[in-house]
């Protein structure tokens, strides 16, 4: 890890991101104080300076004034609605939480907040030595990523946070430099900002043609090997193309006075912020910051510049178990130690209608077992005794595990140990699954089932691929189908990093404290868990297929006054037609929002009364009265 770690935050997506993310349920204080955006915020900066170490840290705005995009192209953000006064009014508070933390707000008339973060990280990757993180929801921002400069994508709805590497945008945008992402925008054009690209070109051609063409310009020099449509619309408007590409390109070179020493971070002013606080009524916040902090541990911070070692990387022992000789040595093994990993693997992740394929095992880091199972009832015999004997099970997601190895016939034994449940027990916050663990606490990327059906083929390209992708986020993917000494090294390899995550984050707990909670509570939990979904509940298939009927007819008899109501039928399923009704017909709002497919939104109730309707309006009032009746019902 460098020594010098920079974060730089994009203040007004950061802020507008965390006002819109509670805007149905505002975090207002007992003032009425609408504190979303700040307190979303301060969240945010609070977790970058407990969990990455930042060295140094600056804060960058926009200002009111215009810049040389809205000169270039008055549209340029245009169609942006105002900024809501609750919103406009939380910004001044922003920038006093940034004050009392002692880190620079960076403004300057005439550059956005891109530009000023775009020049400092440039001057931070010229510099050398320095890693430095754009904390930005905003793709654009990849144009800028370099060998030591990535983006900090903050999570959305209790997701972790994304680390965009310079490998991670090459591959992500399917480019071979991180600037060819200005000549995709250029293409394919950003409606969040005005920008208009080329009619017809989505992100996938954008893609596909920068690739090709290596450019925009690349392109235009190349319109003779288009056909069709594309290459009219790229004909005519190519001017656009290049205009939309200048307005993509964040700037990198603007005045800014301040130098990386500006930037260090300092001790915050605790009074200052404890008064804020109260003010707003940042209790949690407050706790966290000022609370106990003799048992906060900072965990470990993966060098995520570094590359990823795989299993080629690594000396490593796999087998696989083909022999009665060798599983009895193997059973011989198990028995003989205490502490032991199992993975099983099963054709789908439906634990009661899965087929138990075969079981990982690893006792010592760097080596593991695989043992296919074929001929279960005489295995289980076997199998038994090491299941029940009192050494220590590990697992990740251990709980599907056991109700695999339950709806086989073998209750495991305790004590058990989760390495899921312990990293959740650490760092909550953070994502949870074994991929993720094993590159942030390992360095490691393990192997991923969907490439062993996909291969190294481009996605785009290979529809084999893009097919194996729709399958594995859908759990569908089929291991049995697989080589079988493919499926070992796939199998072994889970079994072995769960194995050393353990040894990674045992300690981790003992340094919280929280080991007692993990051994006490959580893991005796799991087999219980197990038993109540296996057990289930009982229910009443006839009262339940009674209650479906009489729904039904009231959903048809609501469905035919609507229709007769609106004097014309209509398919209530379809938001199009349902929009056509309610305002294109009824008028219920002036201008409705829409959709990027043109199509009115619907994700939210109609009011209760609009001036664009009569109160006594017979289609009005009674598709207001059935809709509501149907939602209650």
Known sequence: MAENRLFLLDGMALVYRAHFAFIRNPITNSQGVNTSAIYGFTNTLLTIIEKEAPTHLAVAFDTSAPTARHILYPEYKAQREAMPEELAAAIPEVKKVCAAFKIPV??????EADDIIGTVARRAEEAGG???????????????????????????????????????????????????????????????????????????TAKKLVSQFGSVEGLLRNTDKLKGKQKENVTNFSDQARLSKELATIITDVPIEESFDDFKLEEPDEETLKSLFEIWEFRTLTKRLFGNTATATKPAITPVFENLKTLNDVPHKYHLIQSEKTLDSLIKELLAVDTFCFDVETNSLDRFSSKLLGIAFSHSPGEAFYLPLTGWPSLREKLLPVFQSPALKI???????????????????????????????????????????????????????????SGEQNEEDDLFAAAAKKKASKGELDPSELPINILAEYAAEDAD????????????LKKLNALPVMEDIESPLLPVLVAMENEG???????????????????????????ESAGRPFNL?????????????????????KTKTKQVKLDKRVPTWSP???????????????????TNN
Not at 168 to 183: A, C, F, R, T
Not at 501 to 508: A, C, D, M, R, S
């Open 612 to 630: 664009k309707v009569n109160r006594s309006s017979n289609i009005g009032s009674t598709i207001r009265k059935n809709t509501q009746e149907k």
């Open 395 to 453: 697992g990740h997601n251990l709980k599907f595990d056991l109700a695999i190895m339950l709806s086989h016939g073998i209750q495991v034994a305790g004590p058990f140990f989760d390495t899921m449940l312990a990293h959740t027990l650490a760092a909550p916050e953070q994502k949870h699954s074994m991929d993720s663990l094993s590159e942030n606490l390992l360095g490691y990327s393990p192997i991923k089932l969907v490439d062993l059906f």
């Open 130 to 204: 320095i890693e430095t993180f754009m904390v930005t929801p905003d793709k654009d921002f990849a144009q800028l990523v370099a060998p030591h400069t990535a983006m900090w994508k903050p999570g959305r709805q209790g997701s972790d946070h994304e680390v965009l590497t310079y490998e991670k945008i090459l591959k992500n945008w399917g480019i071979s430099n991180p600037k060819q992402v200005i000549d995709i925008l250029g293409l394919w054009g950003d409606a969040s900002d005005n920008i208009p690209g080329v009619p017809g070109i989505g992100e996938k």
């Open 497 to 508: 990093v769960t194995l050393q995550l353990y040894h990674k984050l045992l300690p981790e």
């Open 106 to 111: 960076l403004v300057i008339d005439g550059f």
């Open 573 to 593: 399923n379809s938001p199009k037609q349902l929009g056509e009704i309610l305002f294109g017909e009824m008028k219920l709002v002036e201008k409705p929002k």
């Open 537 to 563: 509940i009982s229910m009443d298939q006839t009262v339940l297929d009674e209650v479906g009927k009489i729904l039904t007819i009231k959903i048809k008899n609501l469905s035919k006054k609507i229709e």
